[in-house]
């Protein structure tokens, strides 16, 4: 059980001894040292023989073999323990000197790029193979195996009983995975009562024209906010019939069924991408220096800064009310309208019965409330948590959206997410049973449904918090930070974000395993180029969170671009082939108006009103009326 030493002490890097080995030193933090590269902070114990930390020992000491801050001056173990910030081993060997004693140990270094294998590792693999859960462990195996003194039996089980475990066993971690299938629960119960079909009934009745049936459209993805799988069935089963009696092609649905789920899924404040993306912002967080606020309110704060996801949703808006179009689309919205063909000749539409459960249970009639009040009862619930929760951040006298932003950060968010998630779930099962379309056993089956939803999403979740540790742990940010300090400044941090979230969420097929992978690395990034910035570091979160939908639009492997065709009735390459350009221009003006200025200092809201009017103006130069 040799592997036990390097993964559960934890690391025990260096020891030393002094005056009859009473008093020896280690090393516990950082757990690697990368040769070369300032690693920021670490940690050195008092150890006594039998290995404890000797709370005693308060000397003041000098050391030689660290470059530390302040440089030179003399340092003092308080409780037996001294911490350093701004940490550069200069040397093998650490003399700590005190009171006429010395003790010197020696500290283990490891080539600094070994540390970019695991990240790449999982990212090639997810290239290759399209198995992100296979490519995520993999990756996270490898980090272990560099910590456990290159030993992969000891990287093998501490990837599983350490990192997996730890992962899991957070309690901001398992209240996360708690509200996320909660409210997967309660969309099933939406579903199979009714509510969802009687939402889109209710839209229905004001779609006349090709403009208010797009509209309609529109508006349905923006109601179903809560979850981008809900949203892409139910708004492309729901409304299929109605757009094609409106003579909209089967490309265009699939295309304003994708452009708001996973846009409107990833900004909303209470979704299931909430979990996950507070989740790997929270571990993130946790390897740079401490930020004000709590990962729930940092999210809420990154919104302006997610220039793709809310450019896209303004795109389907400008496009449905001009009623403009461009390139592929323009060609198949011809074919529907002037030919009556919503699909073309050659189309192979994906409608498997089996991918679309998520519907009305056999002779329940549509029920709006069925849906309206659990979503709204999660809002209120959420609203009035958080306020509760937060009360303290709360200051008289002051501004109210400063009072508004305290509240936030004050609050207790993982605790408040999954009270409105079960509230939500407990008020959709009574509305079943008690408008009689679903009796206890159905209602059960109905809410775990919804939740064996999520199960791959979890499973995902678990693997980046596991890879996120590991990165952490190899000091990955310190490395990229140190090794790109020279050329990628706070200008084109944010743009070169985005465009590497979109490259592997591309060739992945995925937006939460581009998150997972990208994030740890991200975050560290940002603190190491800008420091204190927090601009920089919300918009270097914003970049990876809408780097990776946009990603996910273009690739033909996405699950939701896969669900989108497979709702809408759509020849899957046919929406891939559609989208794809709308998907770039809205992409191009992200980059360009949104991620560089806001690199430069400029504010978020004036690059997403640059980023709005460039669209509007492309689409009225470029597009045409059918």
């Not at 690697?32 to 940690?43: E, F, I, N, W, Y």
């Not at 550069?88 to 009171?99: G, K, L, N």
């Not at 010197?104 to 990212?123: H, K």
């Not at 009689?436 to 775990?448: C, E, G, H, V």
């Amino acid at each position: 059980m040799t592997w036990v030493v390097p993964i559960l002490m934890p690391l025990i890097l260096a020891v030393g001894s002094a005056e009859g080995e009473e008093i020896s030193f280690r090393l516990t933090s950082p757990t690697v040292l990368l040769a070369g590269v300032r690693v920021g902070d670490a940690t050195i114990e008092a150890v006594g023989p039998d290995g404890e930390i000797l709370a005693t020992f308060q000397e003041t000491v000098t050391i030689q073999g660290i470059d530390t801050d302040p440089r030179g001056q003399p340092l003092a173990f308080i409780d037996g323990v001294l911490s350093l910030s701004d940490v550069h081993f200069t040397a093998s060997t650490v003399t700590i000197r005190w009171d006429g004693s010395e003790a010197s140990f020696t500290v283990r270094r490891i080539l600094a790029i070994l540390v970019l294998l695991p990240p790449l590792l999982a990212i090639g693999l997810a290239i290759a193979t399209r198995e992100v859960l296979l490519s995520l462990f993999a990756g996270i195996w490898l980090g272990a195996t560099l910590i456990a003194r290159y030993n992969p039996v000891a990287g093998f089980l501490a990837s599983l009983d350490h990192y997996m475990v730890q992962a899991l066993a957070d309690p901001d971690h398992a209240a996360i995975v708690l509200f996320t299938l909660s409210l997967s629960g309660m969309v099933g119960l939406m579903a199979r009562s009714g509510g969802t079909r009687g939402l889109a009934e209710v839209f229905g009745r004001y779609a006349r024209t090709v403009r208010s049936g797009q509209i309609s459209t529109f508006l349905f993805g923006l109601v179903i906010f809560f979850d981008d799988y809900a949203n892409t069935l139910l708004v492309g089963n729901t409304l299929r019939p109605l757009t094609d009696k409106l003579k909209i092609s089967r490309e265009k649905l699939a295309y304003i069924v994708d452009s708001t789920a996973a846009p409107v899924a990833g900004i909303a404040f209470i979704s299931t991408w909430v979990g996950f993306e507070v989740g790997v912002i929270r571990d993130a967080l946790e390897s740079i220096d401490p930020v004000a606020g709590t990962p729930f309110g940092i999210l809420i704060e990154t919104i302006p800064y997610r220039f793709y996801s809310i450019l896209a949703i303004l795109f389907v808006l400008f496009i449905a009310w001009s009623r403009r179009d461009f390139g592929p689309m323009l060609r198949a919205e011809r074919r529907a309208r002037e030919e009556g063909k919503v699909l073309s000749d050659t189309a192979v539409p994906l409608l498997d019965r089996s991918v679309t459960d998520l519907e009305s249970a056999p002779g329940v009639a549509p029920r709006a409330a069925n849906a309206a009040l659990p979503i709204v009862s999660v809002i209120l619930a959420t609203l009035v948590g958080l306020a509760w929760t937060g009360r303290s951040g709360w200051t008289p006298g002051a501004n109210f959206f400063d009072n508004i932003r305290g509240v936030v950060e004050s609050s207790d968010s993982y605790k408040v997410l999954f009270w409105g998630a079960a509230i939500g779930s407990v008020l959709a099962g009574v509305l079943a049973m008690g408008t009689r379309s679903l009796n206890l056993k159905d209602t059960i089956a109905a809410w775990m449904m919804g939740v064996r939803a999520m199960i791959l999403a979890i499973a995902i979740l678990i693997l980046a918090w596991s890879i996120g540790s590991v990165c952490e742990d190899l000091q990955i940010g310190a490395y990229v930070g140190d090794l790109t300090r020279g050329w990628l400044g706070p200008t084109l941090l944010p743009a070169v974000i985005f465009l590497a979230a979109a490259g592997i969420s591309f060739a992945t097929g995925t937006s939460y395993g581009t998150m997972g992978i990208l994030m740890p690395i991200a975050v560290p990034l940002a603190a190491s180029i800008g420091g204190a910035d927090r601009e920089l570091l919300l918009a270097s979160i914003g970049s990876v969170l809408a780097g990776a939908i946009f990603g996910d639009h273009c690739s033909p492997i996405s699950d939701t671009t896969v669900l989108s065709s497979v709702a809408s009735g759509s020849d899957h390459i046919d929406h891939v082939r559609t989208q794809a350009p709308y998907a770039l221009v809205v992409a191009g003006a992200s980059v360009l108006l949104g991620c560089i200025p806001v690199g430069l200092g400029f504010s978020p809201w004036i690059g997403l009103g640059l980023g709005a009017g460039a669209l509007l103006a492309f689409l009225l130069l470029f597009g045409r009326r059918v």
